[in-house]
């Protein structure tokens, strides 16, 4: 196996910390993309308690686990949703806090400085999450959407997220933006244009998720070849698009898993998304970071999925040969 296969917490988090790594350990998986929520990683203690880190890193060694990343989606929604202020970060921030967007812009970005730190600690290079955008409902152009309020949507990202990145600078930390609808950069496009608004900012790059990419017509395979040099961790997660004539792709308001949307995240093999063609992208790009299974699949037990999940990545993490095809030909 070319890569270590992690498991991500988030959709744990209502179990334990020790429980997930018991189960991960039990299924077969090397280590955990470990989500700051729950009772998984609490960034401020790992910060400001030497003794917090040392108890997480010793409950991964005792089940024979690693960590590369952790999870900051949350937290980075909220830096900039909190600009265009959505009654759903509600949902992620401590409850004295709701319904005050600008109190919840400073308790974000600050959550995010600590997790760059929190990761440090932790001995991992990288933290993947959200960055928010206070221009996502502009998405569709009516009432029209300007290119000013466009750019001006892109710049508010830029002031608000330039001093944590130099914080992951500092860290030595990189911050992998998970390209997802509701994000400033959510496709191919919009994923170039931060990159330059940020002026290619060292700490700043990819965590890629073909999920996401693929329902809205982007080729995985494309994004990666073209944006190699910033993708710092890789999601494993599938998606099935089915429109058969009355569903849309836009989801027609209906939850995840209802069998009637245009598309629904499946778990790894139930969907549409060519795995083995990504692998060689990432053979080609000579990424050897975790491949972390992401289990978002409505219609499938969550432990029967992150199981199967695990057999599907060993099966396609196969490495590029040493040797060409023909060279036994050779005279």
Same mark, same amino acid.
């Given at each position: 196996?070319?890569?270590? =296969?992690?498991?991500?917490t988030? #959709?744990?988090?209502?179990?334990? %910390?020790?429980?997930v790594?018991?189960?991960?350990s039990?299924?077969? /998986? ?5 989500a700051?929520?729950g009772?998984?990683?609490?960034v401020?203690r790992?910060? @400001?308690?030497e ?5 997480r890193?010793? !409950?991964?060694?005792?089940?024979n686990l ?6 900051g989606?949350l937290?980075g929604q ?5 600009y265009a /202020?959505?009654v *759903? @970060?509600?949902?992620?921030?401590p409850?004295? @806090?709701?319904?005050?967007? $600008?109190?919840i812009g400073e308790?974000?970005?600050?959550e ?7 990761? #440090? ?5 990288? =933290? ?9 409902? /502009?998405?569709?152009s %009516?009432?029209?959407?300007t290119? &000013?309020? =466009? ?8 002031? =608000?997220w330039?001093?944590?990145?130099d914080?992951f600078?500092a860290?030595?930390v990189?911050?992998?933006l998970?390209?997802h609808?509701t994000?400033?950069a959510?496709?191919y ?5 931060l990159l &330059?608004?940020?002026n290619?900012?060292p700490?700043?790059?990819f965590?890629?998720?073909p999920?996401?990419?693929?329902? #809205? ?6 994004f990666l *070849?073209?944006?190699?040099t ?11 698009v089915r ?6 792709i @836009?989801?027609?308001h209906m ?5 009637? +949307?245009?598309?629904?995240? +499946?778990?790894l093999?139930?969907?549409d ?5 990504i692998?060689? $992208?990432?053979?080609?790009?000579? /990424?050897?970071g975790?491949?972390s299974?992401?289990w &978002?699949?409505?219609g ?7 199981k ?6 060993k099966k !396609?993490n196969?490495?590029?040969?040493? !040797?060409?095809f023909?060279?036994a030909?050779?005279?």
């Open positions: 196996m070319s890569r270590p =296969v992690t498991l991500c988030g #959709q744990f988090a209502d179990l334990s %910390f020790e429980e790594c018991k189960i991960a039990e299924m077969g /998986y090397d280590g955990l993309e470990i700051c929520w009772d998984h990683m609490n401020r790992a910060v @400001l308690d003794a917090y880190c040392k108890e890193l010793d !409950i991964l060694k005792k089940y690693k960590c590369w990343a952790i999870s989606h937290a909220c830096v900039g949703d909190a /202020y959505d *759903r @970060l509600d949902n992620f921030v409850d004295e @806090l709701n319904g005050k967007p $600008e109190a308790w974000a970005i600050k995010m400085e600590y997790t760059a730190q929190a990761a #440090q600690n932790m001995g991992c290079y990288v =933290v993947t999450g959200f960055m928010g955008s206070p221009i996502w409902k /502009y998405w569709y %009516f009432p029209q959407t290119e &000013e309020m =466009v750019e001006q949507g892109f710049d508010t990202i830029v002031k =608000v330039t001093p944590i990145l914080v600078k860290c030595n990189k911050f992998a998970e390209v609808p994000e400033i959510f496709d496009y919009t994923a170039e244009k &330059e608004k940020f290619l900012h700490s700043l790059g965590n890629f998720d999920s996401h990419l693929l329902w #809205q017509g982007v080729s995985p395979v494309i *070849r073209d944006f190699k910033h993708i710092y961790h890789v999601h494993m997660k599938d998606v099935a429109l058969d004539g009355k569903a849309g @836009l989801g027609s939850s995840f898993g209802d069998l009637r +949307r245009g598309w629904n995240f +499946r778990s093999g139930h969907g998304v060519q795995f083995p063609e692998i060689r $992208e990432l053979n080609a790009m000579n /990424y050897k975790p491949l299974v992401e &978002e699949d409505s499938l037990d969550r432990m029967f999925g992150a199967e999940a695990l057999e599907f990545v !396609i196969f490495t590029s040969s040493n !040797i060409a023909d060279d030909m050779r005279g």
